[in-house]
């Protein structure tokens, strides 16, 4: 059973730099893995960030970016806001079309 | 714009068949490309990919659930639904719908989600 990997916490000051890695148990994700970012806050569905490895929705703040990065995907937040803290999920796309989501990472902001 | 959103049972019985239905409105079911996608999330979990029906009527599953879940869509209707036979407490969770655009286009939209809980 494939496993997509994420850091279970971080915490990162307001106005800092953090970044967020989605690693998958089949070796390393590349482009072709389709990686999405999405986060959620409590008590809502999840929010589409990034699709693609690093493409941006319209509504994804500028402080979104994605890419890839030592064979992970990754999510870097820079000048963190309060309202940054969430769960962020990342879901990589497997030929043949399955679909799996990482275990998530819960950001503090502190 | 884009609106989804489910409905179905907010409590069923262990060995029972759930299921779900996901309306839709702000898109077609029909048009080339896209689908759309059922998600779920046990509370205080992370989310779990379930199925996903493309607008050419093929389907995908999560391995592990596959023999469980069957998804099929109502194209003018607007619908998508999702059976899930033989209950459990385990699978007590919230159920999303989602829009898919593409493969790399995944889950732009999101229904608000529903509770489902399991217990006799």
């Known amino acids: 059973q494939t496993v997509v990997t994420q850091e279970p916490s971080l915490t990162v000051s307001p106005g800092g730099t953090v970044t967020l890695t989605c690693a998958s148990s089949?070796?390393?994700?590349?482009?072709?893995?389709?990686p999405n970012w999405f986060q959620q806050k409590p008590g809502q569905a999840p929010r589409a960030l990034i699709y693609?490895?690093?493409n941006k929705h319209s509504w994804t703040p500028a402080r979104f970016s994605g890419s890839l990065i030592g064979g992970k995907a990754a999510l870097t937040l820079s000048g963190v806001q309060p309202e940054d803290e969430a769960e962020y999920y990342c879901l990589l796309y497997y030929y043949g079309g399955q679909l799996v989501f990482g275990g998530g990472t819960k950001l503090t902001v502190l | 714009q884009i609106t989804l959103k489910e409905s179905g049972p907010a409590l069923v019985k262990p060995t029972q068949t759930l299921t779900l239905t996901c309306t839709f409105s702000g898109f077609s079911l029909s048009t080339s490309g896209v689908g759309v996608g059922w998600i779920r999330q046990p509370p205080g979990k992370a989310l779990e990919w379930l199925a996903l029906?493309?607008?050419?009527?093929?389907?995908r599953y999560s391995p592990s659930l596959k023999s469980r879940l069957t998804i099929t869509k109502d194209t003018s209707k607007n619908q998508v639904v999702l059976t899930m036979t033989t209950m459990d407490p385990v699978d007590t969770a919230t159920y999303y719908c989602?829009?898919?655009?593409?493969?790399?286009?995944?889950?732009?939209?999101w229904g608000q989600g529903t509770l489902v809980t399991v217990s006799s």
């Open positions: 989602a829009h898919r655009e593409s493969d790399y286009k995944l889950f732009d939209y």
């Open positions: 693609s490895t690093s």
């Open positions: 029906i493309y607008w050419n009527d093929d389907k």
């Open positions: 089949t070796g390393a994700v590349t482009s072709g893995y389709f």
